[in-house]
Every structure is written in C-alpha cells, then in structure tokens.
C-alpha cells in the first residue's frame, strides 16, 4: 500500500499529461502541490486525552478567609492547549535561521560555564527571594557547587533545610504559597473584631501567591499596622525566613489557625520518602487522619507504606512516580533550570550541522527528529491524586502557568563536530559530549561522531510532552563523558538462534542506555550459525536448521546498524572448549575421550591439541573471522574446558608429557580417573592458548590496530602466561579476582553481578545498579585505569526470540548507569523515578521491554521508526517468497502501467500528433524514464530480483539435497 498510492497517482498524472497540454512550469507546480498535500497528509496529531481539573478555590475560604473581606471575583483561566499563536507574538518568527559559516566557534571551557552559571544564579536569587534554591550540583571535578537555583540530580539529594514541594518538575512555589496563606488566614481570624480590610489569598493558587508573595507582605502589614504592632513584627520575621523554615512554626501570641497550618507543618524531608508532596487542605481529609497520604518507600520490593499507621496488610506494592524529562543514564555535570522552560516548535523543528559531517551524524539527526516529534512521552499522571487525604497535584494543572504558556520555541539545534568522523567505532573513542539549550540557543558540542550520537540521546530525552500536548525543554547546561569506555551487552545466538531483527532491538536499546559494545556469542557446543565461507559445512551440520544461519551479509549489515549508533560488535569463538558443534562437521580435529583404554564412540571432547592439523583449521578460521568482523577485540573463550577428556586421551598425554620434558615415559590410561584431572595437564591448556594467540597475532599483523583479544577468568585461574595485552573477563569471583587480574598485568572486565539470565521473583534492579566493577569498599586498592568496564551477560539456555527484549531491557539499564555516570551516583531512591520515566520512553520508542519496579503504567507503545530494519527471518531463509511478495506485486503493477502506458502512445500517436495535445513528445518521454528510474530505485526492484534469483536457486538446491530431506 506504501508504494501503490504514489504508483496510482502518478498513473492519474500520465493520464492528465496525456490528455491536457500542460505547460513544464505547470508540471513541476503540480509535483510540488501533491508533495504538499503528501507531508500535509501524513502528519498525525495524538489525541488530547480527557484531564481532570479539580477546583480547590473553595476549600481554604471555607476555613474564614471569606468571613473577614470578601474576595474578589477569580478570572477565569483560558484554556491553552492547542492554542494558535498568532505569528506577529512568536519571538524571532519568521526569521531565517543562520549559515553555518556565519556561526562562530564558541570556546568552550566548562569552569567559565560553571561560573557564569552561578553568577547568573547568584543574580535570580537576589532577585527572586520567594524562590526555593535546590542544590547539589557535581561538576567535573565531582565538586558540589551550591546557591544555583536549578534542579541538578547527581548523587543522593539532602534537602536539609530546603523543602520542594509536589512533582520533582513542578514549578510552584508550594510551600512559600501555603506558608504565606497560613499567616494570612491567622491574621485574619486574630483582626476579624477589627474588620481590617484585607484582601483575602486564594490558597490553593499557589503561583500567583508566590509571585505576589512581596504584594501580600505589605498590603497585611497595612491592614494590621493600627491594630497589632505584635502580629505584625512576628509577620514579617516568618515572611523573610519561610524558606529556610523545614517546619512552619508560630508564636503563640498570633494565635495562628491551627487548621490551615497543618497543611505543610510536617514534610517529610527523609531521603526515602518516594513522593515529596504539596498541600492538601485540612478538610479534605478523615477526621482523625492527619497527613494519612505521607508515603514512605520500602525499596526492599518497592512498597509504599502510610506513614502514620504502617501494618503489613496496609502495604501497597507500586513503582515509583516517573520524573519528566529527566536523561539515563545520569550525566557527568547536569544542571536543569525548572523555572526555564522552552518549547519545541514540531513543525520547524531541526538539527542542523555546523562543521564536520559524515553519514553517521546525517542519519541520526533524522532517527532522533522522528523520536523526538512522535515518541516523546506525556507527563505522568497520577490516580493517588484521588486517594483521601491525597496531596498530589494533577499534572495537567502547571501547563496553564506562564512558564509553559509563553515559553520560547527552540526551532534550531546547532551540532558541531571538531574532528572528522572516523568509520567505525573503537575502544579509543571520544564519547564526551556538551548540551546547552539556552534562550540564545541551543547546541551539541563534540569532538567526534560518537560524542554528538550520545548527545543527540540526551537531548531528545530531556524533552517531554506536556498534558496539552506540547512538546517542552527546560534551560538546561550537560557536560558529560563515560566513566568506562567499554559498556557492553552480551548476547547468545548459539543455545537460542537470534533473528536479526531482534538483535537490531538489541542495539537500538543499547544506543538509549549509551552502551557501546556488542559481545556476540556466536557459536557453542549446541550450535554453530556462523557461515563459514573456509568451511561451509561448520553451519551446513552445525546449525539447528539450514535457515538459521548468519550470512556475511547478514553479519555486515548488524555491524552497520551498530556502526549508525556508535557501537561496536565483538565476536566470540569460545575454544578449546564448548566445541561439540564444530565436531559435527570436522570430529578429525576433536578429542575422543576414553574410558579406561577404549574410546567412547561418539563422545568427543574439545579441541584436539595434539594435533598440528587443529591450529591449521583454526589459523584459517579466524583469519577469515577478523575480516568479517572489523572491531579491535576478539574474544576467545577458555572458559569450562573439559580437562577429563584431555587426561584421557592418549595423544593429549604424549603432548603433557613433550612438555614435561619427558618424552619416552609410558602411558597407562588404566590409572587414568574419568572423574579427576592431574594439575600438569593445565600445561596443554596454556600450550594451547599461546599458540592459537601466536596465530591470531600474526593474522593481525596488517591490520591498521591490531588485534587484542578478551578470555574469560578460567584462564588466569589455571596460571596461563599470556602477552599483558589480554583482557580477562571475570565472571565467577569479586574485587579479589579483578586485583588479581590487574596485578598480574591484564586489564579487567567484570561481569560477576550481571549475568541478567538468572531471573528472581520481586525488584532485583536496585542489586545491579549497587554493583561496581571498580569497588574499593572492601579494601581493595584497584587501579580504575585498568578496569576498561563491564557486561551485562544475557546466556540464552531459556531466552529466545520472544523473550529476550524484555529480559534485557530495562534490567540492564542499570549497569548502563553505573558504567557511564559518575562513581558517586548511588541514589537507588532518585534512580528509581528516572528509571520510571526510561522505562515508558524505551517502550513509546518501539521496545517490548520488560517490567522494572513492580505495578505502573506506561502511556502508550509505540512502533520503530527505522528504515534499516528488515523482517525477523533474516533476509532470504525464513519464508521468502511470502517476504518477496508486496514487492514482486509492486513490481507487477509496475511492467502493468508501464506497459499501458506504450500500448496508448502507439495507438494514439498520430492523435497526439494531430491534436498538438502535448507540444514536446521527447518532454513526455523523458518525463516518463524518470518515472520509471524513481520507481526502480525506490522500490529497490534490481536488488531485489537478483536476491529472489540467489535465494530461489539456493532453495531448488536444498529440495534436491537428500540432506535437508
């Protein structure tokens, strides 16, 4: 249907070309007006949910503010969701934006940026005193920078004196608002006898009472001036200290409404309270149920307790409220200013390239446009704001504040690259990034490709999509760097084949989670799916199924869509051990194992090590695999070698002992245990692995980097000797393990507390993102330098297909966080709302992604916005003819109109001629072979026929190879 709209339209376009004579200009003016009417047409709206708005004017002038002035009447709020600005009040609209030439090259240096930062803050707090200033910002150094009136979330938050009510990004002034209606309702209910003419404050508006917070100071010192000297001197002494004030307290000689002043004399400021919350009205709740809505979490398993009647059965299991426009993982140095918000214009919205370009960055500035205009999330509702006693505000209520309403639009976004883009990505590249969305502009600094691809997902997660459906961004200031360069995914095809589209999944969410390494376990002792084209029999008799095979074509066109993204793809052939597979198809180089001085028929072990013929196979095997696979690293396996076997076998023990030294000592297998293994037989192992390594170095040798290659810990548990460029990867021990791997000159991955594929019941989350693979708690003096990172290992003995998303995602999130975000980011509490937030924008992205805290909501799902994909069975295997089948009718269509088309030229070419209906035959034709080019192109019909060819031939083979019979 995608292609047989245009197809039909062009085929009413000949059919008017042929019939009217239609000037060229004319032509080209009806293309662009069905271009129009084609972008017009495609741009789907989202439907405004229905909000609730709950009217509190009347609840605090029931408790005597009406009793003492009459209020004036409220002016209605005008309702501004989709509402049309007229283009004269648009700031800058209309106004080109520059070329890059004309755009300078700003210097950047991150101390200026900071200290402008907290001048311009030190200026709006002398300015704005009514203001609550949230602190703890971390700054490069990891030092904290305080008086900037933002929000900045970069370790555990301690509010102590600073108390921010309701919505982590609501901007009213909830307290200073209840604080200065408190007294004001007091002061009235003390003067009533007097009949002081007061104007009375709408409690429950609390913006306009805290922008008029000095307006509302004095008109109460007049009317109380000639009447209590007393009241108001202890007025003015609260009005200037009711933001440091936690706990809002009045002398007793004011004689205070006691009713209203419960409203926020108890926030609770513990660093485990999951909702920080505004007012509620005292009348709102149960008698006898003060405050029955104070949550206090229980990160155990994610409960929510009442604080002032905790019982086991009064437990109320529920995930976190999701924050708003928050970014995972946490950058280095964030500052997000909540009292500045901008919004997007979705209609002029763009990137735009300032200097170095690339493929890369072109195509990424198109995938992250779509994100941000059709994926972006809506703020979180809440249902607990119906709850009795509740104090959680709708949402849907901040968006009529002038914050929102009048906020700026961003239409422009400058990238600007300093160095040019390399191909692919290596464990050498610069990842840092800068983020300034500023009222002068907004910009994405970095000094390489991949820096720009991880500021381009920042970016498009700090916008969010208000209840009235508008997309906004907060004032905000990011620079940022990974922690570790080496952040990876390990995924296994060998136990469970893995389609391609999955895997394509698979790094779409590592792009999200700023993960940028790929382990592949690609082959195992249950299958080998790799398509040798040394040896085509390996996957022929290797793998579960003909079918389920990756092509190198296959292979080259992952290592594309990872390279799009920034991430690289490091293969493993696990040796000598988990080689049954390759025994199917070549057991002359596997070691059969022996049962006292008979072999076991059928029963082979791994790699043979004895014979000269294996390192040969192998030498050609991996010569092959580094040029298939184009990343630096390789990673060799070692890991549960079955040594039995080896002590075993005859042949194994003449090569132990060549390299005792004793040659001519006679072998007796009747001595051999099947169950025990002597400790020299380790020295086969390490024989072994120094020869393979030689091998694979000297492939390496005409590769621009080389090669280094990556074992798992077994082989520094058994004492191997290798070159100190290895890297071990441990997975079984602690800190202790990855000491010893750095003292004895490896560099160390660490992977023990992420093996995601062991599931528990309940929220396990808080485990992973607790795990450090550089821990230094215990003692442990462990150089982070030689610790490049760690994996999020996913084996596949009970993940397939349909499962594997949402077993990954967004579990491994959390080592995606303590990889990239600074060591001193350990707030589970703080982790857990944005993780909330994270969670819905993967799933509105496409994601199937799994469950993360316990009972929520996500708004909506949304589809993949890709054009890169392909379906699930992997290009030409998994029915192809029904695959091929949209495109061979379009095809057909195609030879169909095309073939109408000449039959009407020469029936009525001498009409044509006769009737000067067209005045340039050579004009028509020419237009119609343009036609015809774009169709072939678009619909890639040449590849395609030549893909049907290869694969229907390959098909006609297997039906007559009596070996897929």
């Given at each position: 249907?995608?292609?047989?709209?245009?197809?039909?339209?062009?085929?009413i376009?000949?059919?008017?070309?042929?019939?009217?004579?239609?000037?060229?200009?004319?032509?080209?003016?009806l293309?662009g007006?069905?271009?129009?009417?084609?972008v017009?047409n495609?741009?789907?709206g989202?439907?405004?949910?229905?909000l609730?708005?709950?009217?509190?004017?009347?609840?605090?002038?029931?408790?005597?503010?009406?009793?003492?002035?009459k209020?004036?009447?409220?002016?209605?709020?005008?309702?501004?969701?989709?509402?049309?600005?007229?283009?004269?009040?648009?700031?800058?609209?209309?106004?080109?934006?520059?070329n890059?030439?004309?755009?300078?090259d700003?210097v950047f240096?991150v101390?200026?940026?900071?200290?402008?930062?907290?001048?311009?803050?030190l200026?709006?707090?002398?300015?704005?005193?009514?203001v609550?200033?949230?602190?703890?910002?971390?700054d490069?150094q990891?030092?904290?920078?305080?008086g900037?009136?933002?929000?900045?979330f970069?370790?555990?938050?301690?509010?102590k004196?600073?108390?921010?009510g309701?919505?982590?990004?609501?901007?009213?002034?909830?307290?200073?608002?209840?604080?200065?209606?408190?007294?004001?309702?007091?002061?009235?209910?003390?003067?009533?006898?007097?009949?002081?003419?007061?104007?009375?404050?709408?409690?429950?508006?609390?913006?306009?009472?805290?922008?008029?917070?000095?307006?509302?100071?004095?008109?109460?010192v007049?009317?109380?001036v000639?009447?209590?000297?007393?009241?108001?001197?202890?007025?003015?002494?609260?009005?200037n200290n009711?933001?440091?004030n936690?706990?809002?307290q009045?002398?007793?000689?004011?004689?205070?409404?006691?009713?209203?002043?419960?409203?926020?004399?108890?926030?609770?400021?513990?660093?485990?309270?999951g909702?920080?919350?505004?007012?509620?009205?005292?009348?709102?709740?149960?008698?006898?149920?003060?405050?029955?809505?104070?949550?206090v979490?229980?990160?155990?398993d994610?409960?929510i307790?009442?604080e002032?009647y905790?019982?086991?059965e009064q437990?109320?299991?529920?995930?976190?409220q999701?924050?708003?426009?928050?970014?995972?993982?946490?950058?280095?140095y964030?500052?997000?200013?909540?009292?500045?918000?901008?919004r997007?214009?979705?209609?002029?919205?763009r990137?735009n390239?300032?200097?170095?370009?690339?493929?890369?960055?072109?195509?990424?500035?198109?995938?992250?446009?779509d994100?941000?205009?059709?994926?972006?999330?809506?703020?979180m509702?809440?249902?607990?704001?119906h709850?009795?006693?509740?104090?959680?505000r709708d949402v849907?209520?901040?968006?009529?504040?002038?914050?929102?309403?009048?906020?700026?639009?961003?239409?422009?976004?400058?990238i600007?690259?300093?160095?040019?883009?390399?191909?692919?990505?290596?464990?050498?590249?610069d990842?840092?990034?800068?983020?300034?969305v500023?009222?002068?502009?907004?910009?994405?600094?970095?000094?390489?490709?991949?820096?720009?691809?991880?500021?381009?997902e920042?970016?498009?997660?700090?916008?969010?999509?208000g209840?009235?459906?508008?997309?906004?961004i907060?004032?905000?200031?990011?620079?940022?760097?990974?922690?570790?360069?080496?952040?990876?995914?390990?995924i296994?095809?060998s136990?469970?084949y893995?389609f391609?589209?999955?895997?394509y999944?698979?790094?779409?969410?590592?792009a999200?989670?700023?993960?940028n390494?790929m382990?592949?376990?690609?082959?195992?002792?249950?299958?080998?799916?790799?398509?040798?084209?040394?040896?085509?029999e390996?996957?022929?008799?290797?793998?579960?199924?003909p079918?389920?095979?990756?092509?190198?074509?296959?292979?080259?066109?992952?290592i594309?869509?990872?390279?799009?993204?920034?991430?690289?793809?490091?293969?493993e052939?696990?040796?000598?051990?988990?080689?049954?597979s390759?025994?199917?198809?070549?057991?002359?180089h596997?070691?059969?194992?022996y049962?006292?001085?008979?072999?076991?028929?059928?029963?082979?072990?791994?790699?043979?090590?004895?014979?000269?013929?294996?390192?040969?196979?192998?030498?050609?095997?991996f010569?092959?695999?580094?040029?298939?696979?184009?990343?630096?690293y390789?990673h060799l396996?070692?890991?549960?070698?079955?040594?039995?076997?080896?002590?075993?076998?005859?042949?194994v023990l003449?090569?132990?002992?060549?390299?005792?030294?004793?040659?001519?000592e006679?072998?007796?297998?009747?001595?051999?245990?099947?169950?025990m293994?002597?400790?020299?037989?380790?020295?086969?192992?390490?024989?072994?692995e120094?020869r393979?390594?030689?091998?694979?170095?000297?492939?390496?040798?005409?590769?621009?980097?080389?090669?280094?290659m990556?074992?798992?810990?077994?082989?520094?548990?058994?004492?191997i000797?290798?070159?100190?460029?290895t890297?071990?990867?441990i997975w079984?021990?602690?800190?202790?393990?990855?000491?010893?791997?750095?003292?004895?000159?490896?560099?160390?991955?660490?992977?023990?507390?992420?093996?995601?594929?062991?599931?528990?019941y309940?929220t396990?989350?808080?485990?992973y993102?607790m795990?450090?693979?550089a821990?230094?708690?215990?003692?442990?003096?462990?150089?982070?330098?030689?610790?490049?990172?760690?994996?999020a290992?996913?084996?596949?003995?009970y993940?397939d297909?349909?499962?594997?998303i949402?077993?990954?995602?967004?579990?491994?999130?959390?080592?995606?966080?303590r990889l990239?975000?600074?060591?001193?980011v350990r707030?589970v509490?703080a982790?857990?709302k944005?993780?909330?937030?994270?969670?819905c924008?993967?799933?509105?992205?496409?994601?199937?992604?799994?469950?993360?805290?316990?009972?929520?909501?996500?708004?909506?799902?949304?589809?993949?916005?890709d054009?890169e994909?392909?379906?699930?069975c992997t290009?030409?295997?998994?029915?192809?003819?029904?695959?091929?089948?949209?495109?061979?009718?379009?095809?057909?269509?195609?030879?169909?109109v095309?073939?109408?088309?000449?039959?009407?030229?020469?029936?009525?070419g001498?009409?044509?001629v006769?009737l000067?209906?067209?005045?340039n035959?050579?004009?028509f034709?020419s237009?119609?072979?343009?036609?015809?080019?774009?169709?072939?192109?678009y619909?890639?019909?040449?590849?395609?026929?030549?893909?049907?060819k290869?694969?229907?031939e390959?098909?006609?083979?297997?039906?007559?190879?009596?070996?897929?019979?």
């Amino acid at each position: 249907m995608k292609l047989f709209l245009p197809l039909l339209s062009t085929t009413i376009l000949l059919i008017k070309v042929t019939c009217d004579p239609i000037q060229q200009g004319q032509v080209n003016a009806l293309q662009g007006g069905q271009a129009q009417n084609a972008v017009l047409n495609g741009q789907n709206g989202i439907h405004d949910s229905e909000l609730n708005k709950v009217n509190n004017d009347q609840k605090l002038s029931n408790q005597g503010v009406a009793s003492v002035t009459k209020a004036p009447k409220r002016r209605k709020r005008k309702k501004h969701r989709n509402v049309s600005v007229p283009k004269e009040n648009i700031p800058n609209a209309g106004v080109r934006a520059p070329n890059p030439a004309d755009i300078k090259d700003p210097v950047f240096n991150v101390q200026d940026i900071v200290k402008k930062a907290k001048e311009d803050s030190l200026k709006e707090t002398t300015q704005n005193r009514g203001v609550p200033q949230v602190k703890m910002i971390q700054d490069v150094q990891q030092n904290k920078i305080e008086g900037i009136p933002v929000q900045a979330f970069t370790a555990d938050q301690k509010a102590k004196n600073v108390v921010v009510g309701g919505d982590i990004n609501n901007q009213n002034v909830v307290k200073e608002g209840n604080q200065a209606a408190n007294q004001i309702n007091g002061l009235q209910s003390q003067d009533s006898q007097n009949n002081a003419k007061v104007p009375a404050a709408n409690a429950n508006s609390y913006d306009q009472v805290a922008n008029n917070l000095n307006n509302v100071h004095q008109e109460v010192v007049r009317g109380n001036v000639e009447t209590n000297n007393q009241n108001q001197q202890q007025y003015n002494n609260n009005a200037n200290n009711n933001v440091n004030n936690a706990n809002f307290q009045v002398n007793n000689n004011n004689n205070f409404n006691n009713a209203n002043n419960n409203n926020f004399n108890n926030m609770n400021n513990n660093n485990n309270n999951g909702f920080v919350q505004p007012a509620v009205n005292a009348e709102s709740q149960r008698p006898g149920m003060k405050d029955s809505l104070k949550i206090v979490w229980d990160w155990s398993d994610f409960l929510i307790n009442y604080e002032t009647y905790v019982m086991p059965e009064q437990k109320n299991r529920r995930a976190p409220q999701a924050t708003t426009g928050e970014p995972w993982p946490m950058p280095q140095y964030y500052v997000a200013k909540a009292n500045k918000v901008y919004r997007i214009d979705k209609d002029k919205f763009r990137f735009n390239i300032v200097k170095e370009s690339c493929d890369i960055i072109e195509r990424a500035v198109e995938r992250y446009r779509d994100m941000i205009i059709e994926d972006t999330i809506m703020d979180m509702y809440n249902n607990l704001q119906h709850a009795q006693g509740t104090s959680i505000r709708d949402v849907s209520l901040k968006y009529n504040d002038d914050i929102y309403v009048k906020a700026e639009a961003v239409q422009v976004v400058n990238i600007k690259i300093r160095r040019p883009c390399t191909k692919f990505p290596n464990d050498q590249m610069d990842e840092s990034y800068d983020v300034f969305v500023k009222k002068s502009g907004s910009y994405i600094w970095a000094n390489e490709v991949w820096g720009a691809l991880r500021g381009l997902e920042t970016f498009s997660q700090l916008v969010f999509r208000g209840t009235d459906n508008v997309l906004y961004i907060k004032d905000t200031v990011i620079n940022d760097y990974p922690r570790f360069p080496h952040r990876g995914i390990h995924i296994d095809s060998s136990r469970h084949y893995v389609f391609k589209e999955v895997i394509y999944d698979v790094l779409e969410g590592m792009a999200q989670n700023k993960m940028n390494v790929m382990h592949w376990h690609i082959v195992d002792d249950q299958s080998f799916p790799y398509q040798s084209k040394a040896f085509p029999e390996l996957s022929e008799k290797g793998a579960y199924h003909p079918s389920f095979v990756y092509t190198p074509e296959d292979i080259a066109d992952i290592i594309e869509y990872a390279r799009m993204r920034g991430i690289r793809v490091m293969p493993e052939f696990d040796t000598p051990g988990h080689t049954y597979s390759w025994g199917l198809s070549h057991p002359e180089h596997m070691t059969q194992c022996y049962q006292g001085a008979h072999p076991v028929s059928g029963y082979l072990g791994p790699l043979d090590p004895s014979k000269n013929s294996t390192y040969r196979f192998l030498k050609t095997l991996f010569n092959e695999v580094l040029h298939v696979f184009p990343d630096q690293y390789i990673h060799l396996g070692g890991d549960e070698v079955p040594m039995t076997c080896w002590s075993s076998n005859p042949d194994v023990l003449k090569l132990l002992n060549q390299l005792n030294g004793k040659p001519n000592e006679p072998i007796n297998l009747q001595n051999v245990d099947p169950y025990m293994y002597s400790y020299d037989i380790r020295k086969v192992l390490e024989y072994y692995e120094q020869r393979l390594t030689q091998d694979i170095k000297d492939i390496a040798r005409n590769r621009k980097n080389g090669v280094r290659m990556v074992m798992w810990q077994e082989i520094m548990n058994n004492n191997i000797q290798l070159p100190n460029d290895t890297i071990i990867q441990i997975w079984q021990g602690d800190m202790g393990d990855v000491q010893r791997a750095i003292d004895m000159g490896y560099h160390a991955l660490y992977s023990t507390c992420w093996y995601l594929d062991l599931i528990e019941y309940g929220t396990k989350w808080p485990k992973y993102y607790m795990c450090d693979p550089a821990d230094t708690s215990m003692g442990y003096q462990i150089d982070e330098k030689k610790v490049l990172g760690g994996e999020a290992a996913l084996w596949a003995e009970y993940i397939d297909n349909e499962n594997l998303i949402s077993t990954l995602w967004p579990r491994a999130s959390a080592p995606a966080e303590r990889l990239w975000s600074s060591k001193d980011v350990r707030d589970v509490e703080a982790a857990g709302k944005r993780l909330q937030e994270h969670r819905c924008r993967m799933l509105s992205r496409g994601l199937t992604v799994g469950q993360i805290s316990g009972p929520d909501y996500c708004l909506r799902r949304g589809h993949r916005r890709d054009g890169e994909r392909v379906q699930n069975c992997t290009g030409s295997r998994c029915n192809l003819m029904l695959a091929q089948g949209g495109s061979m009718v379009t095809a057909l269509l195609l030879i169909l109109v095309l073939g109408a088309v000449i039959f009407s030229l020469k029936m009525s070419g001498t009409r044509i001629v006769q009737l000067k209906v067209c005045r340039n035959r050579s004009i028509f034709l020419s237009f119609i072979l343009l036609i015809v080019i774009y169709f072939m192109c678009y619909t890639s019909l040449w590849m395609q026929v030549q893909e049907f060819k290869g694969s229907f031939e390959k098909r006609i083979k297997s039906y007559s190879d009596p070996r897929y019979s």
